[in-house]
């Protein structure tokens, strides 16, 4: 029999998403009388914004004419698009459109940028942190070593002891709802300077940033342009979770070979971004799209906040959702986030995510979102508040 990759039996194990969705289907198969309200829910629940499928539309219809029809487009994004991000994203940095790709979702881009190192790159990952970083990196054959977060240091990362190639950091934070301030990540881009490390900086929630000591990129601390490699998507601030459309920028400062390297590999790995998202990306810097976004990230923002409260409320600790649309909640007394999950599940009819699929320092943590719909937030906090047995 042929072999296959052997490093891919390391996915199949419990603390995965595809494990609470299979969880979920069997309560529902169980009870299909019961109302599932959900505060798991990791996509958006906002409808695409009108300027943006107006240029959807619009690029539709280029493709049905002789004279406007595009076939394959540029490896690494269309000018049009990178002028806007450079203009709106990264305006005053210097960096140009060699540094920047554009591409189809950050959940790949995020792993797939291990190939531009060396196979033995040190890497290293914060527990409990997004998870596909470990798992996209594991399908690649690569290794990596674990940096643990702890809720007495509000899951901030410590400047290592250790010398690493590559960290992955991710900030506003995707589970626990923080966002890195100036002062925090100075000292990580510090690290990184010092150790000729780079870090993959995953900043997909920059739009749900508020406060004011939160860098909205990484390349606003001093020396990060020798040091990191940002990703950036239209996912949650535009709601492209169904269309696919993302950016990264690899600056010349990483490395004198990495952009000629890694355009070389592009053009070998990947046929460009789909030319109909792009056009609906573009679209998203129009003064009107901006103001629409504002809204929407207002409302998730909002429903985060109001979850938050909740939560304090019925007397949980809690961390996040003022940077990000995710609360990071401890749960109570000798309950584990699974023990957590299958009782708010079994007993209220809520989902939530239990924090072990982050990472093994989530496991007393669950993630609570609020990009859901308000009236669903509030049905569950309902739910909760009159539960007789109490948590
Ligand atoms: N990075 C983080 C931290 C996320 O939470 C998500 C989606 O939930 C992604 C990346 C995926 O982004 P994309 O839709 O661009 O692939």
Not at 39 to 61: N, Q, R
Not at 255 to 261: E, G, V, Y
Request: hydrophobic share 35%; with cysteine.
């Amino acid at each position: 029999m042929v072999k296959i990759n052997s490093r891919l039996y390391e996915l199949q194990r419990k603390e995965l998403f595809s494990n609470i969705e299979k969880r979920v289907k069997k309560f529902k198969l169980k009870n299909p009388d019961k109302k599932l309200v959900s505060l798991g829910i990791g996509d958006v629940s906002k409808p695409i914004i009108k300027p943006v499928t107006t240029a959807m539309h619009k690029a539709v219809d280029d493709l049905s004419s002789m004279k406007t029809f595009r076939g394959y487009g540029a490896y690494y994004g269309d000018d049009f698009l990178k002028t806007k991000i450079l203009e709106n994203d990264y305006k005053g940095f210097g960096f140009t459109k060699d540094e920047l790709y554009v591409s189809c979702g950050t959940k790949t881009d995020s792993t797939s940028i291990l190939e531009l190192f060396d196979i033995d790159a040190k890497i290293c990952i914060p527990n409990p942190m997004y998870p596909i970083y470990k798992d996209g990196g594991t399908a690649l054959n690569r290794t990596f070593c674990e940096m643990d977060l702890f809720e007495e240091k509000n899951f901030v990362p410590d400047v290592p002891k250790e010398k690493y190639d590559l960290i992955y950091l991710c900030s506003p934070n995707n589970p626990i709802g923080t966002a890195y301030t100036y002062n925090e990540l100075g000292k990580l881009v510090d690290y990184a300077i010092e150790n000729e490390c780079v870090i993959l900086y995953d900043n997909v929630y920059a739009s749900f940033i508020t406060s004011n000591d939160v860098p909205h990129s990484i390349y606003e601390i001093p020396g990060a342009e020798k040091a990191a490699i940002e990703f950036r998507s239209y996912s949650k601030n535009a709601s492209f979770t169904g269309v696919r459309c993302s950016y990264y920028i690899i600056p010349e400062g990483i490395h004198k070979d990495a952009n000629s390297l890694w355009q070389e590999r592009t053009i070998n790995r990947f046929n460009g971004a789909d030319y109909i998202a792009q056009r609906g990306a573009e679209a998203v810097y129009l003064e009107e799209s901006q103001r629409l976004i504002k809204e929407n990230i207002k409302y998730y923002l909002d429903n985060t906040l109001y979850l938050r409260n909740a939560f304090l409320d019925l007397g949980f600790k809690v961390w996040g959702g003022l940077d990000s649309p995710f609360i990071w909640v401890k749960t109570k007394g000798d309950m584990n986030s699974w023990d957590f999950f299958e009782t708010m599940l079994e007993e209220l009819n809520i989902v939530v995510i239990p924090g072990t699929i982050f990472g093994s320092n989530g496991d007393k943590y669950l993630r609570i979102s609020g990009l859901g719909l308000k009236e669903d937030s509030e049905e569950a906090v309902g739910r909760l508040k009159n539960y007789e047995k109490n948590f």
